[in-house]
């Protein structure tokens, strides 16, 4: 176990792109990070500066205390799983997973072992502590049936656990995971997802993990790091992330259905705020401040529920049904609406009927730059 801070982190590639910057993070004791933002963001080139895969080229990484800038992978005490786990394919399961020790260990020579019975029973008993933990590691991810296998008579998931298996045989300080689960379909992503939360919590192990699904990253976070063009846009545990987004673009970027927004003009009366758009004008929350001109608020989609007569007024659009909830589309004056309401209260609902919309008791509200207002 270890902390991992990094302080004003920056990247830089050769010709000039520049990737990441300015990065701030304390990793804590234990605790599984999810870096996560869409393509290009620069998540995966932090990882990979935190592996000692990239260089740092502003700023400093400490893994356990020590500075790791300019200390090589092999000597940082991390192991990562990549999406492309490229098991090697002539070995077994169990050899996969025994390599990365098994080749520290070779630096001794036979010749020695030849001559030297103490040397000789060492490394016997090395052998066997190393299977120990491979045992131990397969029977956490359920490999033990599978360690006589080679890979290609596996699944696509069985083939991940076993990268995962690998990763924790070596035990590292802090386990690293670049998009560990893209290449499985969406059922498999979803029980490895919760294997990896229950895995996190057996290790006690801290995890450092990136991915561009915000589904994903919400469900496997102590906290989560949002970032976008190489900047981080705000840190904080899933909830705090969903309850109190402090841009737009946190805002719609997580959570699903994807938070509506209704923009207008900023109407002030004394001390409070109003919103005024196409479809009518409402009036902002207590303790809201704006002093741009414009302004949007934000309203989660399972947050709109259908009223006898309310502030926003339209006509549905479609109706998906997803079993124990659907998938509302309104379209109002001036802005379509999402909602997510129960079954129930949909198939109340009539594709091209009217409809009306009550206020909901949370909204969101940023200014005209898209920062958080209330
Ligand atoms: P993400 O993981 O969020 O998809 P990356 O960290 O891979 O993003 O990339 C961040 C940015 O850096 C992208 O614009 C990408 O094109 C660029 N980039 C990544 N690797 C290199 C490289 N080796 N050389 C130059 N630019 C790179």
Redesign the pocket.
Known sequence: MAEVILKSVG?V???G????QGVDLHVRHGEFIV?V????????????MVAGL?EISEGAISIGGRVVNDIAPSERDIAMVFQNYALYPHMTVGRNMAFGLERRRRHGSLLRSLLSPAYAAERRAESARIQARVDEAAGLLGLRPLLQRMPRELSGGQRQRVAVGRAIVRDPAVFLF??PLSNLDAKLRGEMRTELRILHRRLGATMMY?T?DQEEAMGLADRIVV?KD?LVQQIGSPSELYDRPVNRFVASFIGTPTMNFIEGDVERDGNAHALRWAGGRITLPAGTTLTTARAAIGIRPDTLAPVADGPFRGTVQSIEFLGDRADVLIETSGVRLNARVPTDSARAMREGASIALGMPSVVHVFDGDGQRAS
């Open positions: 990247k590639y050769p010709g792109m520049r990737a990441v870096l933002g869409p393509s290009g963001c620069g998540k995966s080139t932090t990882l990979r990239e670049d998009e990136v561009h970032m190489g």
